[in-house]
């Protein structure tokens, strides 16, 4: 008698395999066939031997998010396992890591390679979502800009006259991180179309390598004062992060797509108030 066939795997795919995405996979990965996917090669085998030995069913496969063959070549290997359930897509670069150019390249371009990639390996169901970051909600770009971000193909994508690669790398953080928000909210529809959803989700301070990185770097101070004039006054955890991608990735968020949730303890709704008291007393001043 023959042995009976396996029931097809449901898969979740991680792409970027830091503290976060960690997080994230032993969160979601329970029952699922994950696939892991990072540029590090020493990365991977470390965080693929580690769930392996906390019994997660696991691949691992490096990606170039950067280089859109290599992030088709993933999306392909991860549809052919299975039925992908949900996609995270975590990989990014900090200031403190990184020059502009490669910030770009990987923070802004490489997850609109993610979206572009995925679309063709979807299932009614999948959820999608990407870690963008608080600092999108800090940019002021314009609306020619922002438009360019939302929609243009990819491979004109960082040709624009106002993105500027000699720009300080913080500013090409912002610019990349809101790009992910914009790009997300205009390919909804299309992911929609498919029967998926696609959110992103913003962090605040997270204690992660990325993060221990910035409180040495060279902005140590400031987000030291933006962590103390937030609500929750704490740094935030990896774990938190995945509370939030649990959610959307769930059933009960499935009338919430092209959205963003904003996870930062309140420290982008306290600047705004600080910035808005601060204008209402100069009009004050100038009107007495």
Known sequence: MSAPTPPPRNVVVIIGVGGMGLAIARRLGSGQHLILADFSEKALEAASASL????????????????????QTLATAAGAKGTI???IHTAGLSPAQAPTKAILDVD?????????????????GTSVVCIASMAGHMAQLSPALETHLAVAPVASLLTHAEIDPAQHPGQAYIL???????????????????GARVNTVSPGFIQTAMGAAE????????????????????????????????????????????????????????????????AAAHASGQAA
């Open 176 to 194: 990349a991180k809101r790009a992910n928000q914009i790009r997300v909210q205009a390919m909804s529809g299309a992911y929609g179309a498919k």
């Open 108 to 124: 802004l371009l490489g997850t609109a390679h993610v979206l572009e990639a995925f679309l063709t390996v979807l299932s009614p």
């Open 85 to 87: 359930t949900a996609i």
């Open 215 to 278: 409180l040495e770097g060279e902005m140590a101070m400031q987000i030291k004062q933006m962590i103390a004039i937030s609500a929750a006054k704490r740094v935030g955890t990896p774990g938190d992060i995945a509370d939030a991608v649990d959610f959307l990735v769930g059933t009960k968020s499935s009338m919430i797509t092209g959205n963003d949730i904003l996870v930062d303890g309140g420290t982008v709704a306290a600047s705004k108030w600080i910035q808005a008291q601060m």
């Open 52 to 71: 392996e030995g906390e019994g997660y069913d696991n691949d691992a496969q490096k990606v170039d998010v950067s280089d859109f063959v290599s992030v």
